[in-house]
Nanobody, 127 residues
Framework: QVQLVESGGGLVQPGGSLRLSCTAA????????IGWFRQAPGKEREGVSC????????IYSDSGQDRFNISRDTAKNTVFLQMNSLKPEDTGIYYC????????????????????WGQGTQVTVSS
């Protein structure tokens, strides 16, 4: 069974940084495209970033462009989302999601395009 686990969330002041991690138990993430999504209170879930299985295609939301960086560490079987210059509007639950190998060469921000989801990690940006 594919299980994704997020970590690295927390409380940070505006302008601060966090690095979120997405790991997997029992299988390698290299076969999957991995997306990061977030859901703020009272708002719909939105895509934040995505990386394909090969790592040659990265996408970011408009709000994350120039502030966020997604990367893979194959040795650690982990996908990271480095978030810098955080703003209060970045507050929410962040989820990583996996897109099955047959579609892993393409990135997308539609949640329905992903087959596996983690439980989420809370990010709060507040002074």
């Amino acid at each position: 069974q594919v299980q994704l686990v997020e970590s690295g969330g927390g409380l940070v002041q505006p302008g601060g940084s966090l690095r979120l991690s997405c790991t997997a138990a029992g299988f390698t993430l290299d076969y999957f495209a991995i997306g990061w999504f977030r859901q703020a209170p009272g708002k719909e879930r939105e895509g934040v970033s995505c990386i394909t299985n090969s790592g040659d295609w990265l996408i970011y939301s408009d709000s994350g462009q120039d502030r966020f960086n997604i990367s893979r560490d194959t040795a650690k079987n982990t996908v990271f989302l480095q978030m810098n210059s955080l703003k209060p509007e970045d507050t929410g639950i962040y989820y990583c999601a996996g897109r099955s190998p047959g579609s892993a060469h393409v990135c997308a921000f539609a949640g329905a395009d992903y087959d596996y989801w983690g439980q989420g990690t809370q990010v709060t940006v507040s002074s």
